[in-house]
């Protein structure tokens, strides 16, 4: 746990120095500074060694495609693996390249979308998202593409987030569901409306779950059903990521008056976890959907706090009691429960403990 909490530490300090500096073409140092949190993130993932549940299942995939065997893949991963092979690279170079993919989209999208870097690298590192990259590699490439592209929903320009999340798609199939949620992203339907739409999905939750099931049974998913290591998967209740979606989405209908579109975005997609944490909780396997919206709040959270227009000890108040909440959860998931299996950290450049 020790190089995660440096890792945390360094991101925050970095990114607070980073507030007091103008970035801009001529200023050298204030680029430097607002890089150094990725460069963090990119190390630390990119050159760790048996580290992260599935990866085992990457360097097995890699020494099928290197002998030339079928392997179950996505096709953009698969030709990055095909192309290393033909160089004849080790597949450490792999966890290099997935790394620097979901990193640096990630830092692009807190660089452009953030109300407050600072409590975005945070969350991003104590809610996990950074320890889900390391294990679901593919889909979270896709999920970085999806929070990226964001940005286009509020500009409109839909061509831009119809392709990033096409190549998001190529990485992991499950981003394609990000493409029609575009047409409804920025449209608030006011907290009433979606109470009547979530009390529709408690009460169809049982034959709409039994529908999925039977396609997946019927489909090159059916693994996700059937065998036992992700039968055994299915939750039995909500987990503590889904109370956090659920209490965001409620903050952002109850406390956020006058919402503006990017207050409509992210309450949306909160809006489409709840609905997944609702339907999805009888397919084993059914959370990897859920992934995909419930960590927006590395963005929505700091969103909620500016907009809430706090006086500043309020702020920092408020920030602090955030913070506290946020440690504990990484604390629990990583360091008790191992959450991923990114403990303990092993590296290439050198061992750690």
């Not at 999340?165 to 981003?175: C, D, K, Y």
């Not at 609905?275 to 590395?298: A, K, N, T, V």
Request: proline share 2%; hydrophobic share 50%.
């Amino acid at each position: 746990m020790s190089v995660y909490f440096g890792l945390l530490i360094f991101c925050v300090i970095s990114s607070m120095i980073g507030r007091g500096l103008t970035i801009n073409r001529f200023d050298i140092r204030a680029k430097i500074v607002d890089v150094l949190p990725f460069l963090a993130l990119f190390v630390v993932s990119a050159f760790r060694y048996q580290v992260g549940k599935d990866y085992g299942i990457y360097v097995g995939t890699y020494d099928l495609i290197k002998t030339g065997q079928q392997a179950r893949i996505d096709i953009f991963t698969y030709w990055v693996m095909k192309v290393m092979a033909s160089l004849n690279l080790d597949v450490q170079y792999f966890f290099i390249v997935s790394s620097f993919i979901v990193n640096y989209l990630i830092y692009l999208a807190v660089r452009d979308q953030s109300k407050d870097r600072t409590l975005s690298y945070y969350i991003y590192i104590c809610g996990t998202l950074y320890f889900a990259s390391m294990n679901t590699v593919r889909q979270m490439m896709s999920v970085a593409m999806f929070y990226f592209s964001l940005k286009y929903v509020e500009s409109n320009n839909w061509k831009k987030y119809f392709l990033c999340n096409l190549i998001g798609g190529l990485f992991h199939q499950t981003a394609f569901i990000f493409l029609p949620i575009y047409f409804v992203l920025k449209r608030y339907m006011g907290w009433k409306k979606y109470l009547v739409v979530i009390i529709i999905a408690i009460a169809l939750k049982n034959p709409i779950v039994n529908l999925l099931n039977g396609l997946i049974l019927n489909s090159k998913y059916a693994m996700y059903v059937t065998y036992s290591n992700f039968a055994n998967t299915a939750w039995g209740g909500w987990k503590i990521s889904n109370f956090i979606n659920l209490i965001l989405f409620l903050a952002y209908c109850l406390l956020l008056k006058n919402k503006d579109t990017e207050d409509s975005i992210y309450t949306n997609i909160h809006f489409v976890g709840v609905l997944c944490s609702i339907l999805l909780l009888g397919i084993p396997g059914g959370d990897r959907i859920f992934l995909g919206f419930r960590f927006i709040e590395l963005l929505s959270v700091p969103n909620l706090l500016y907009k809430l227009k706090l006086r500043k000890i309020s702020y920092i108040i408020l920030s602090l009691v955030i913070a506290v909440l946020y440690l504990f959860y990484f604390c629990y998931t990583i360091g008790v429960q191992n959450g991923n299996s990114v403990l303990p950290y092993v590296t290439t450049l050198f061992s750690i403990n």
